[in-house]
């Protein structure tokens, strides 16, 4: 059998360049990839971990990161959470969609409440902790969509519908709530 070889072409119906097998012409679509995660509440308060890994190394996050292979997307933001906050949680609902085009992200971000109050850092996390909503570190935040998250969950916690919650209008994560643009890679 030959080594696959691939080239740069347009699919006959098709009005987008993608890499095709110039032996078979199989077509290998690349699609965005699906991040899950999850603002989480205990007693009035959020949990927010500190990012060990980069991008954005040191900075607050919401527990989340890549959907696997097979994985539904509530199991994924659940396992998100037990690995980098050790957190058992109880999903409520899908708080919001957000799409991030400049990195091919869709993200579905879910409310949810800790099991048990036991917590601590995976191996992504330098640090795990409970903030009061107004004691959260606003400005070393990781992403814009961690703003959003959790905005949109200050919102469905005073009873704001409709649920899920979408992109702030103008907004596709390109740069931060100040207006500092968004390096690339970084979600």
Known sequence: MPEPSFSLRTPEDDGIARKICDNCGFVAYENPKIVVGSVVRHEGRILLCRRAIEPRRGFWTIPAGYLELNETPEDGAKREAWEEAEADLHLECLLAVYSVPR??????????????????????????????PAEIPFDELAFPSVHWALAHDASAEAGAPPLPFSNPPGEIGNRMPDGRPVAHGES
């Not at 990195?103 to 409970?130: C, K, M, T, W």
């Open 103 to 132: 990195i091919s992200q869709v993200q579905l971000i879910y409310r949810a409440r800790l099991q048990d109050p036991h917590f601590a850092p995976g191996p992504e996390s330098l640090d795990v902790q409970l903030f009061d």
